[in-house]
C-alpha cells in the first residue's frame, strides 16, 4: 500500500499536533495552593498585598492616610502572630479581615477552601433567635428548637467573631453570616478555645427549658483523599482522544439554557428570578418572560444573587418608573464614577459598566462645571477624570406594580437597579440592604499561598456627588433571607404597603415579621 506525499505530510501533522497537546499538559503548572506557609512566604505575601493595595484600591485611595498605617499594623499582628507554619486557609481568613478594614464591598479572597471543622448543622435566623436544622433543614430536636450556646459561649460570641469577616456594608446581614458561623474551627481560634473533634451545642424551647448535645464534627477520610488523589492522576493521565472529545463537548456557561421562567403566585401575581445580567441580555425567551409578567398587576422579581453589568434589565424595569417633572440642571445623568489609575489601564476601563465621558454629552463648559460642582475634589495622579451614566431613555407606562427581592449578594448592575426603583412610587425593595458593590474588581494572585485577591477598582456617586460604593440601598420591607418565602403572604404584605411617598420620608424600613412568610 502507497501513501501520496499529501497523506505523509497530513498524517506527520496529526502525529507532531497530539505530542504537542500531550506535551502541554507537562507545560502548564499546575494551580494547587500550598497547604502550609513559613514566616518568610507569610511576609513576602503580605508586603505584595499591601504593595497592590496601595496601587490599585479606590477605597484605600480615597483616606490614604489613614488606611495605610492600620493596614501596615494589622499585617504585622499577622507576622507577629505566626512565627511558624501557617495552614494556607488560616492565612487566607487573617487576609479577609484585613481586606475588610477597607469597607470596600467588593473585596474578596478566594482559591482556598478551608474545611478544617465545619459546624455540623445548619444555622437559620428567626426574628432573634437561631433555629437549629439538620441536613433536611429539619429541627434537629423538635422539642428544642433554638440554639442559644455553642461550646458554652453565647450565640452572640459566635456572631461578633463571625462578622470580623465581612465588610462593613454586610456586618448586619444575617445571610452573609451564616458560611462564616459555619467555620467553626476558625472561629474558635478566634475566640481562643481548644479544637476538639465535636462541639457542644446548648438548645431551648419556648418555655425557656434547655438541653445541651454533643455532635461529632465531620471527618476527612483518608480514602477519600487518596481517591481524589488517584481520580486526579487518572485525569492527568488521559488520552490525547478523550482530551480533544471532552472539547469537542465543551459548553460555556454563558450559552447555556437559562432554567428560570415567569411563575404564577395568584390570579394577578407572578415570579421570576434572575440571576445572570449578562445571561438575561443573551437569552431573548427570559426577555419575553419578563415583558409578559409586566402586564399582570403585580410583577415579584427575585434579584437575591444578581450580578453581571449588562443595563438590560434596568432598561426593561424603566417602564415602572414615574414621570420626571423635575426640571433639573441634567434629568437624564444617572451617576458619576472614576477609576484608580494604572499604567495598564485604558482610558474605556469604565465602558463596560455603561459609563462614557463627560464631554460625549456635548454640554457647555458652564453647565458641565454646574453638573459636577457637587463632586468631589481627587487626587488626579491618583484618580481618572469623571465618567457619567445616563438613565435609560424609556417613557413611563402603565399602573402595574414590581417588588424586587434584593440582598447584599445583589451586586454590580443590580446595586443600580435597587438605587433607581427605590425611589420609584410603583416598585417596592424587599429583603436585606445591599452591599453597595458597583466597582470593576482588580484581582491578582498572590506569590506564595495562590490566593486570589479582588478588591475595587473603581468608585460610584450618584448624580448629586454623593458616594455610593460600600454605602448599600435599603429596602423598603426588611425580610431575613431564607428559601422558604411564602409567596401568597408576600404579596399580601406588598399590596398592604403605604404609599412609597410616605415610605421615603420615614427613615426605618418597614419590619416584616418572619412568622408571617413561614
Known amino acids: 500500500m502507497s501513501f501520496s506525499y499529501r497523506s505523509i505530510v497530513m498524517l506527520l501533522s496529526?502525529?507532531?499536533?497530539?505530542?504537542?497537546?500531550?506535551?502541554?499538559?507537562?507545560?502548564?503548572p499546575k494551580d494547587n495552593t500550598a497547604p502550609m506557609l513559613n514566616a518568610q512566604e507569610v511576609r513576602q505575601d503580605l508586603y505584595a498585598l499591601l504593595d497592590q493595595i496601595e496601587q490599585h484600591s479606590a477605597f484605600y485611595a480615597l483616606t490614604p492616610d489613614k488606611a495605610s498605617?492600620?493596614?501596615?499594623?494589622?499585617?504585622?499582628?499577622?507576622?507577629?502572630?505566626?512565627?511558624?507554619?501557617?495552614?494556607?486557609?488560616?492565612?487566607?481568613?487573617?487576609?479577609?479581615?484585613?481586606?475588610?478594614?477597607?469597607?470596600?464591598?467588593?473585596?474578596?479572597?478566594?482559591?482556598?477552601?478551608?474545611?478544617?471543622?465545619?459546624?455540623?448543622?445548619?444555622?437559620?435566623?428567626?426574628?432573634?433567635?437561631?433555629?437549629?436544622?439538620?441536613?433536611?433543614?429539619?429541627?434537629?430536636?423538635?422539642?428544642?428548637?433554638?440554639?442559644?450556646?455553642?461550646?458554652?459561649?453565647?450565640?452572640?460570641?459566635?456572631?461578633?467573631a463571625s462578622q470580623a469577616y465581612l465588610p462593613e456594608p454586610a456586618k448586619q446581614s444575617q445571610e452573609m453570616q451564616l458560611p462564616w458561623l459555619k467555620k467553626l474551627n476558625l472561629l474558635r481560634e478566634d475566640l481562643g478555645l481548644s479544637i476538639k473533634p465535636y462541639v457542644l451545642i446548648t438548645l431551648i424551647n419556648d418555655d425557656l427549658q434547655n438541653q445541651q448535645v454533643t455532635l461529632a464534627l465531620p471527618s476527612h477520610e483518608p480514602q477519600a483523599q487518596l481517591a481524589a488523589s488517584n481520580q486526579e492522576d487518572k485525569t492527568q493521565d488521559m488520552s490525547v482522544l478523550e482530551f480533544i472529545n471532552q472539547l469537542s463537548q465543551f459548553e460555556r456557561s454563558e450559552f447555556q439554557d437559562v432554567p428560570y421562567q415567569l411563575e404564577t403566585v395568584n390570579n394577578t401575581t407572578v415570579k421570576l428570578k434572575i440571576s445572570d445580567l449578562y445571561a438575561f441580555e443573551l437569552n431573548r425567551d427570559l426577555q419575553q418572560e419578563l415583558l409578559k409578567g409586566m402586564t399582570?398587576?403585580?410583577?415579584?422579581?427575585?434579584?437575591?444573587?444578581?450580578?453581571?453589568?449588562?443595563?438590560?434589565?434596568?432598561?426593561?424595569?424603566?417602564?415602572?418608573?414615574?414621570a420626571d417633572l423635575n426640571n433639573t440642571l441634567a434629568p437624564n445623568v444617572m451617576g458619576f464614577a472614576h477609576y484608580r489609575r494604572s499604567p495598564e489601564l485604558r482610558n474605556d476601563y469604565l465602558q463596560p459598566l455603561n459609563f462614557k465621558p463627560l464631554d460625549t454629552l456635548e454640554y457647555s463648559v458652564p453647565r458641565l462645571k454646574s453638573l459636577t460642582r457637587n463632586l468631589p475634589s481627587v487626587d488626579e495622579d491618583k484618580f481618572s477624570s469623571w465618567y457619567v451614566r445616563t438613565k435609560p431613555t424609556v417613557t413611563p407606562?402603565?399602573?402595574?406594580?414590581?417588588?424586587?427581592?434584593?440582598?447584599?449578594?445583589?451586586?454590580?448592575?443590580?446595586?443600580?437597579?435597587?438605587?433607581?426603583?427605590?425611589?420609584?412610587?410603583?416598585?417596592?425593595?424587599?429583603?436585606?440592604?445591599?452591599?453597595?458593590?458597583?466597582?470593576?474588581?482588580?484581582?491578582?494572585?498572590?506569590?506564595?499561598?495562590?490566593l486570589d485577591i479582588r478588591f475595587s477598582s473603581s468608585l460610584t456617586y450618584d448624580a448629586q456627588g454623593k458616594l455610593l460604593s460600600g454605602a448599600g440601598t435599603e429596602p423598603d420591607i426588611w425580610l431575613p433571607q431564607n428559601s422558604d418565602i411564602q409567596w401568597q403572604g408576600l404579596v399580601s404584605l406588598v399590596r398592604s404597603a403605604k404609599p412609597k411617598t410616605q415610605l421615603i420620608q420615614t427613615s426605618q424600613p418597614t419590619k416584616l415579621a418572619q412568622a408571617k412568610l413561614n
Open 296 to 322: 399582570h398587576p403585580l410583577l415579584i422579581i427575585d434579584l437575591r444573587d444578581a450580578s453581571g453589568f449588562s443595563p438590560k434589565l434596568l432598561t426593561l424595569l424603566s417602564r415602572y418608573q414615574d
Open 397 to 450: 407606562e402603565g399602573r402595574n406594580r414590581l417588588a424586587l427581592l434584593v440582598s447584599p449578594k445583589c451586586r454590580q448592575e443590580c446595586e443600580w437597579i435597587a438605587y433607581r426603583t427605590k425611589s420609584w412610587s410603583r416598585a417596592n425593595l424587599i429583603g436585606e440592604k445591599t452591599s453597595g458593590d458597583f466597582a470593576r474588581q482588580y484581582h491578582f494572585k498572590l506569590p506564595n499561598s495562590g
Open 69 to 160: 498605617p492600620q493596614l501596615k499594623y494589622m499585617a504585622s499582628l499577622i507576622v507577629e502572630q505566626y512565627q511558624d507554619m501557617t495552614p494556607n486557609d488560616r492565612f487566607a481568613a487573617e487576609i479577609t479581615k484585613l481586606l475588610n478594614s477597607l469597607k470596600d464591598p467588593g473585596a474578596q479572597v478566594h482559591d482556598f477552601d478551608d474545611q478544617s471543622g465545619d459546624l455540623p448543622l445548619t444555622l437559620r435566623p428567626l426574628n432573634d433567635q437561631w433555629l437549629a436544622l439538620d441536613s433536611s433543614n429539619s429541627p434537629i430536636n423538635n422539642d428544642f428548637p433554638f440554639v442559644t450556646h455553642i461550646d458554652g459561649l453565647p450565640m452572640s460570641k459566635w456572631v461578633a
Open 14 to 28: 496529526v502525529i507532531i499536533f497530539a505530542s504537542l497537546l500531550k506535551l502541554a499538559f507537562f507545560a502548564v
